[in-house]
């Protein structure tokens, strides 16, 4: 077998490692990581923030037959020698390949802010993004600002004002994920999240960074001892620019996420297939899943996911399914419902009565329905208002404990009885029951039940272990 070099070691890097040794791969594999710290399970990236998880319980372990060069920055690709050049502590070194995967990744996108950066471009104390668990521990004193209203900017907020924080969320838009939910959902989310104790401060743009403040274009001064930029990523591209493969968005591959040299592979944010960039995490994993596949002799191409948004945050369960601009597509019904009182939203677009794309907020059973049905490409039930306001035809189950095959993550149709299973053998933390059974490791919607099922299984182990009087 060919000796497999990989740069990047994000989560979709690990995924592809962890399938080519499933289906027998010796190896060997080598990965130039430029981080200095393991590979982590970013979807919980916000339970380290809270305080719920240790940085250590997101830590996956290389699978074995796995060299992973920590601290080495890769600086230039040589297609005609096969070679990749990088630095280390200051050293040069070169890494031959057979096969090289691009698993690079993307890049926080930093806004032009003054006081946000130093005259070296890099973000001053008190400022941070939030990709890895060392950002986590930048995220000090009791005030904060959140700038950007997208899924992170959201999800971050949130958990900053469940830990106790001063939470301010700014975003330009009429509303925190106002494009991907529309105006009146969106206006739920706002209401659910000031509830909650953030404050949202909408159609506002950030103008400069004082060392305990933020300062917006209408003069308003947030407190901020931190600022945590949650403003995009673009995936990072400059070392595939620069070896002469083909860029656009991002490194394009075709239906075996090969790129026009044919010994080169792209996968995760880095990645562009069929005319889009990777969107998502679960779109991720899937590209590794086909590459190692690939990479294995199987005959297969790779079909995008759908796209799917889950927020993983306290205030509300939210769901997107599908593209936004579906619900104004040709042939398309829609149908819906609208709760203001109880908080609760749901758009559905049909097209030959089966879902194309949905928006659902505070309704977690049809979510886990719709989603469903959407995967699978079945039409809806008659009865439209049970399905979306999550009423069952039967009595609702007392819980996953009397129900052992009740579905806990929807993604990879993993029941409660498998993760109890697999806690049982030894799976004693949240990434070692996703690395058994992949819960979690899809949109994430499921993570919170999860970490709750460890702790409560946890908890009765150790009452059952103290001595009795």
């Known amino acids: 077998m060919s000796h497999i070099l990989v740069i990047g070691h994000g989560p979709a890097a690990h995924r592809l490692l962890q ?3 499933d289906y027998g791969h010796p190896g060997p594999f080598t990965v130039l990581a430029a981080e200095p710290q393991p590979v982590h399970h970013r979807p919980l990236l916000t339970s380290v923030l809270a305080g ?7 830590r996956l372990p290389p699978p074995p037959g796995t060299q992973v060069e920590q601290g080495t920055v890769a600086t230039a690709i040589d297609r005609a020698r096969q070679v990749v050049h990088a630095r280390r502590d200051g050293t040069s070194t070169t890494h031959p390949y057979d096969v090289l995967v691009l698993a690079s990744g993307a890049r926080p996108v930093v806004p032009v802010l003054p006081g946000a950066t130093g005259q070296d471009g890099r973000l001053v104390p008190g400022v941070t993004t939030l990709r ?10 009791g005030t904060a600002a959140v700038l950007g209203g997208g899924p ?6 949130s958990t900053l004002a469940l830990r106790g924080t001063a939470t301010t969320l700014v975003c330009a838009g009429p509303h925190p994920l106002h494009e991907r939910l529309g105006d009146t959902c969106a206006g739920l989310l706002t209401e659910r999240l000031e509830r909650a104790g953030v404050t949202v401060l909408s159609g506002r743009t950030a103008v400069h960074r004082l060392p305990d403040r933020l300062v917006l274009d209408d003069g308003t001064a947030v407190r901020a001892d931190t600022l945590v930029l949650c403003t995009g990523a673009e995936p990072d591209i400059q070392l595939a620019r620069d070896a002469g493969l083909q860029v656009r968005t991002g490194i394009v591959v075709d239906n075996t996420l090969r790129t026009g040299d044919t010994h080169i592979h792209a996968i995760g944010d880095c990645a562009e297939h069929a005319g889009r960039a990777t969107a998502g995490y679960e779109s991720a994993l899937a590209q590794a899943d086909t590459l190692a596949a690939v990479l294995t002799g199987r005959e297969v191409t790779h079909r995008p996911t759908p796209a799917v948004l889950r927020l993983r945050t306290h205030v509300a369960d939210v769901c997107c399914i599908g593209s936004p601009t579906a619900f104004e597509e040709p042939g ?9 009182d ?17 928006v659902l907020l505070g309704l977690p059973e049809a979510v886990a329905a719709v989603s469903h049905l959407h995967r699978r490409a079945q039409p809806i039930p008659s009865d439209r208002l049970s399905l979306l306001s999550g009423i069952r035809s039967e009595p609702p189950a007392a819980g996953p404990e009397t129900h052992p095959d009740a579905v806990v993550c929807l993604c990879n149709n993993v029941p ?14 949240v990434p070692a029951l996703a690395k058994a059974t992949r819960a979690t490791t899809g949109c994430g919607g499921c993570s919170r039940q999860v970490e709750e099922l460890c702790a409560d299984w946890t908890d009765t182990a150790e009452r059952e272990l103290e001595p009795t009087a």
């Not at 719920?52 to 997101?58: I, K, Q, S």
């Not at 890895?132 to 004193?141: E, H």
């Not at 398309?332 to 203001?340: K, N």
């Open 52 to 58: 719920r998880l240790g940085p250590e319980a997101l």
């Open 152 to 157: 992170l900017g959201v999800e971050t907020a």
């Open 332 to 340: 398309i019904r829609t149908v819906g419902l609208v709760d203001r």
């Open 19 to 21: 399938r080519l040794h």
């Open 416 to 429: 409660w009885r498998q993760l109890a299973e697999a806690w049982r053998i030894g799976a004693r933390t």
């Open 132 to 141: 890895t668990t060392a950002d986590c521990d930048r995220v000090t004193g």
């Open 342 to 358: 109880g908080g609760r939203y749901a758009r559905l677009a049909l097209r030959d009565e089966r879902i194309v794309a949905a």
